[in-house]
């Protein structure tokens, strides 16, 4: 398996088309999937001074965590994992986006940001420790200005839109992130987080990875707008960003977040991407997506999209593909060997602390679970 590859196993049969958007939104791109540069009078001062050292650092960040992420996914398959929620195919709206990022500004994401965490300095291995079951997040959040994973769809918008609030009262100049999908896009605590955060002038920057599938549900099932077209209606700015450009997601990211700190108020970054993969691991995208769709999809992969842009711009030799391959594999090795060294999970943990002074219908279902677990050890339950 290489890394730039974005083929898991195709989806064994075809699930149908689905009609597109009769308008095209503006798109803001600066690299096109065949990697060439494009101009934007707006947007392009925001990596005027990229220098190549940085855009191998791009390049080598969408490796890394498209390595970690394919083998995640694979320890999942083998019973290590309880779960699993792939990036593969956001790589350049995480990493762009993250890298965006000051040191003291805040991150709040869901429970796909796995490139952003890479951004932020979390170790990959603490965040399989959640999907393991082993620890509820495995990092101080306050160590790296990174919060725990959030499982509730759309919550941390609210908590984000809060923090941010108390970061403009404390009079900080730094910006508070909050990451989201297409289908949290219609929660009702997403809607309340942008009513908040423009009533009060929040430094936040709401960023939807739109994906265009909330698990089996598509886009358009649940908007009959573009989603940044939405933030209109609560009187701050939207954009669409090319979520598979890390060039564009970076620009944009720096330009929301530069509003954000000079006291302008929150902004809504939609990045337009795909996911390549299923939901989670639970999921079976061949059941309601087309393998067509995904196949148009696989050709604006953003790891191969900046490749070609650091070859053809005599950026990065092979020497430096080569010991990046080599890197990539380590860690994967590394994280399973991690992985495989972590204890197993209290089966019993989940009744600790349901109330504070305990109840009596939870001790008879620890005890019910206990004999089930006993049925086991005894053959009855094999």
Request: proline share 4%.
């Amino acid at each position: 398996m290489t890394v730039e590859s974005t083929a898991a196993r195709k989806p064994r049969r075809s699930a149908g088309t689905r009609k597109s958007p009769s308008t095209k939104p503006e798109l803001v791109q600066l690299l096109t999937p065949e990697g060439k540069r494009v101009k934007n009078a707006e947007y392009d001062k925001y990596v005027a001074d990229i220098t190549p050292e940085e855009l191998r650092g791009l390049y080598r960040d969408m490796v890394l965590t498209r390595r970690f992420d394919a083998e995640a996914t694979a320890l999942q398959r083998q019973g290590e994992l309880g779960l699993w929620a792939s990036l593969l195919g956001q790589e350049a709206a995480q990493i762009g986006s993250g890298r965006a990022l000051r040191d003291d500004d805040y991150v709040f994401p869901t429970y796909r940001e796995h490139g952003v965490a890479w951004c932020r300095g979390v170790d990959p291995t603490n965040l399989l420790g959640m999907f393991r079951g082993v620890n509820n997040g495995g990092w101080d959040p306050n160590s790296n200005n990174f919060h725990l994973y959030t499982i509730v769809i759309g919550s941390q918008t609210l908590h984000a839109t809060g923090y941010a609030m108390g970061v403009a009262k404390d009079g900080a100049d730094s910006a508070v992130i909050a990451y989201f999908g297409d289908g949290a896009s219609s929660q009702g605590d997403v809607a309340e987080s942008f009513t908040f955060s423009a009533v009060y002038n929040a430094p936040v920057v709401f960023f939807c990875q739109n994906n265009q599938w909330a698990i089996s549900e598509p886009t358009e099932r649940q908007t009959r707008v573009p989603l940044y077209q939405r933030a209109q209606g609560f009187g701050f700015p939207g954009v669409r960003v090319d979520g598979n450009d890390v060039l564009a997601s970076l620009a944009v990211t720096k330009w929301a977040l530069e509003r954000a700190r000079a006291g302008e108020g929150p902004t809504l970054v939609e990045a337009y991407t795909y996911r390549m993969g299923a939901h989670t691991t639970s999921d079976d995208p061949s059941k309601y997506r087309a393998d067509e769709e995904r196949e148009a999809w696989e050709a604006k992969d953003p790891i191969l999209r900046l490749r070609r842009y650091l070859e053809s711009s005599n950026h990065a030799d092979e020497g430096f593909f080569a010991e990046l391959e080599a890197e990539s594999e380590a860690l994967g090795r590394r994280v399973r060997e991690v992985v495989r060294a972590m204890p197993d999970p209290d089966r019993f943990a989940i009744f600790e602390h349901a109330y504070a002074d305990g109840h009596a219908l939870v001790d008879e279902e620890r005890a019910a679970f206990a004999a089930y677990q006993a049925s086991f050890a005894d053959g009855e339950g094999a």
